[in-house]
């Protein structure tokens, strides 16, 4: 499992699991996986990545030590 940043960024923003998932357009499961260093699709990536309100290119900010 690879260690990501999407827990600590989600909480900064004070978003629920569930608020991240809704708007991410994904299950509450993903989210929590994703969170444990679970394996995504990029596409899951990408949309907790704009849910987040950031761009592809700061995607760095929460799975910064993933190998793409």
Known sequence: M???MLK???EKLLLSKS???RKAG???LTVDRV???GKCRMETKRKILI???LSLDEKSKV???EEE
Request: aromatic content about 10%; overall charge positive; proline content about 0%.
């Open 2 to 4: 690879v260690k990501n």
């Open 8 to 10: 600590k960024y989600r």
């Open 19 to 21: 608020e991240l998932a």
């Open 26 to 28: 994904v299950s509450v």
């Open 35 to 37: 969170e444990r260093g």
């Open 51 to 53: 849910a987040l309100g």
């Open 63 to 65: 799975f910064a030590n």
